[in-house]
């Protein structure tokens, strides 16, 4: 007869994700517990985020609340993507004892549809910039023109004629 296993020595039946961990962290810290840019996650979020921003037609044309809602897009990206990593690391998403989905699976599907949700409330298409091309050409104009000539000496004009 085998012995009974204390609840310690007992192997896990389960798998953690760590989402309710990264969520918590989330939320409680808020922009803060993005990763830095120094890394390579943090890179692609901030890449993420200047793109959403320029197709929203770039920071000086978009709202606060806009940009509220930039912000909690790419936290649910962060969790999104770090579910993504966790679900197909896992040799099968579905429980084989219950048949079912795991609730890592379920969890990654209600964030996915919060995302688009984000989405869809910052609007599908992409803006253009509003463009004063008068205002920037006169801006150009201004910088590429040369300072006014030197006025004519009395050596300058008698170089000249020799």
């Given at each position: 007869?085998?012995?009974?296993?204390?609840?310690?020595?007992?192997?896990?039946?389960?798998?953690?994700?760590?989402?309710?961990?990264?969520?918590?962290?989330?939320?409680?810290?808020?922009?803060?517990?993005?990763?830095?840019?120094?890394?390579?996650?943090?890179r692609a979020l901030h890449e993420w985020r200047t793109s959403l921003i320029a197709d929203l037609g770039g920071v000086?044309?978009?709202?606060?609340?806009?940009?509220?809602?930039?912000?909690?897009?790419?936290?649910?990206?962060?969790?999104?993507?770090?579910?993504?990593?966790?679900?197909?690391?896992?040799?099968?998403?579905?429980?084989?004892?219950?048949?079912?989905?795991?609730?890592?699976?379920?969890?990654?599907?209600?964030?996915?549809g919060q995302l688009q949700s984000i989405l869809r409330d910052l609007g599908l298409e992409r803006r253009t910039k509003?463009?004063?091309?008068?205002?920037?050409?006169?801006?150009?104009?201004?910088?590429?023109?040369?300072?006014?000539?030197?006025?004519?000496?009395?050596?300058?004009?008698?170089?000249?004629?020799?």
């Amino acid at each position: 007869m085998i012995p009974a296993r204390t609840p310690q020595e007992r192997p896990r039946p389960y798998l953690k994700s760590g989402i309710y961990t990264l969520r918590k962290a989330v939320l409680t810290l808020g922009k803060r517990a993005l990763p830095p840019r120094s890394t390579a996650l943090g890179r692609a979020l901030h890449e993420w985020r200047t793109s959403l921003i320029a197709d929203l037609g770039g920071v000086d044309t978009i709202s606060t609340q806009q940009l509220a809602l930039v912000d909690l897009a790419v936290r649910t990206k962060l969790l999104v993507d770090s579910l993504d990593a966790y679900v197909l690391g896992m040799p099968s998403p579905v429980n084989r004892q219950r048949r079912c989905l795991h609730p890592v699976v379920r969890e990654r599907a209600s964030l996915v549809g919060q995302l688009q949700s984000i989405l869809r409330d910052l609007g599908l298409e992409r803006r253009t910039k509003a463009l004063d091309l008068a205002a920037e050409l006169a801006a150009l104009h201004r910088q590429s023109a040369p300072a006014s000539p030197p006025p004519a000496t009395a050596e300058s004009v008698s170089e000249g004629h020799e």
